[in-house]
C-alpha cells in the first residue's frame, strides 16, 4: 500500500513525501505546478522525490479536474492521504479569488470524495491554517475556540473545508483529521514568505519595512516540526472512537 500525498511538488508536501520515501514508504504523488511561484523550484523538489525510482508515482493532476484526478487514481492502492494541495497565500485572494475557489473548495471536495470511495482507507490528513483564527491576538490560539470570522477569502476557504471534512466524516464515518498550520518555514521554501523578502533586502542594503510600529507577533513553526507532527498524526485515526470520526488540531509553537 502507500500514501496518496496532493500538492507533492510544493513545499510541504514535498518534504512530507521524502520523508517518507527515506523511511521506505511508497508514495503516490499529484500536483497542478501552477505558475504562483516558480514552476522550476517545484520541479527541481520533484526531481529529487524521482530518484526513488518505482515508490514514486507521480502525476500532474488539477485536484479541481474531477476526470483527471480519478483517471490518474483508478487503480492505484494507498491507504492514507495526505491532502496538501491548495491556492496559498492571503493577498493574492484578493487578486484571483476564483483559483482560491476552485483549488481550495472543489478541490478539497473532490478529495473528500476519492476518500469516500477509497476502500480500506485508514486516515485522510488535510492541510487547514490558523488563518482560521482570524484577527484576534488572545492567546493561545485553541483548536475549541470559535473561528467563525475570517480576515481574508483564503481563511475562509480553509474554514469552509474544516466543515465539509466534518460532514463527510458524519455521513461516512471517514477518518479525517484537519492541520491548522502556523506560518511554515525552512529549506525549499516558498519564495513568496516574508523571510525570503527580509534576506533579500539585508544582501542588498535595503530597510525592511515595519507594520504598527513594530509592535507584532508571527508564530514560525520550522519544517522538520511539520513534518513530524503530520507522520505521527498520519498513523493514527482521529482521536478516540467518538463519532463524527473528525480532529482538528494546532500545528504550533507553545509560548
Known amino acids: 500500500m502507500a500514501y496518496l500525498i496532493t500538492g507533492v511538488a510544493g513545499f510541504i508536501g514535498f518534504h512530507v513525501a521524502n520523508a517518507l520515501l527515506q523511511s521506505g514508504e511508497n508514495v503516490i504523488g499529484v500536483d497542478e505546478i501552477n505558475d504562483y511561484y516558480s514552476s522550476d523550484l517545484k520541479q527541481s523538489r520533484l526531481d529529487i522525490l524521482k530518484n526513488f525510482g518505482g515508490r514514486f508515482d ?69 492541510a487547514s491554517s490558523s488563518s482560521v483564527y482570524g484577527g484576534r491576538t488572545d492567546l493561545p490560539l485553541r483548536e475549541s475556540d470559535r473561528v467563525d470570522q475570517p480576515v481574508s477569502l483564503y481563511a475562509a476557504t480553509k474554514k469552509s473545508d474544516e466543515l465539509m471534512s466534518h460532514t463527510y466524516a458524519h455521513l461516512y464515518d471517514i477518518p479525517l483529521t484537519g492541520l491548522r498550520f502556523f506560518t511554515v518555514y ?70
Open 186 to 255: 525552512g529549506p525549499w521554501g516558498r519564495p513568496d514568505m516574508a523571510y525570503f523578502s527580509f534576506t533579500r533586502k539585508i544582501l542588498n542594503g535595503e530597510q525592511i519595512p515595519v507594520f504598527n510600529h513594530g509592535d507584532m507577533l508571527r508564530d514560525f513553526t520550522y519544517i522538520d516540526d511539520i513534518v513530524d507532527g503530520i507522520l505521527i498524526i498520519a498513523k493514527h485515526g482521529p482521536k478516540g472512537n467518538r463519532k463524527p470520526s473528525h480532529t482538528v488540531y494546532n500545528i504550533a509553537n507553545c509560548y
Open 58 to 126: 507521480f502525476g500532474q493532476i488539477d485536484i479541481a479536474d474531477e476526470a483527471a484526478l480519478h483517471g490518474f487514481l483508478d487503480g492505484k492502492n494507498f491507504n492514507k492521504i495526505i491532502h496538501l494541495a491548495a491556492q496559498a497565500g492571503v493577498r493574492y485572494s484578493l487578486e484571483n479569488p476564483g483559483a482560491y475557489v476552485r483549488s481550495n473548495l472543489v478541490g478539497h471536495v473532490n478529495m473528500l470524495e476519492v476518500a469516500r470511495n477509497c476502500e480500506g482507507l485508514e486516515h485522510m490528513l488535510y
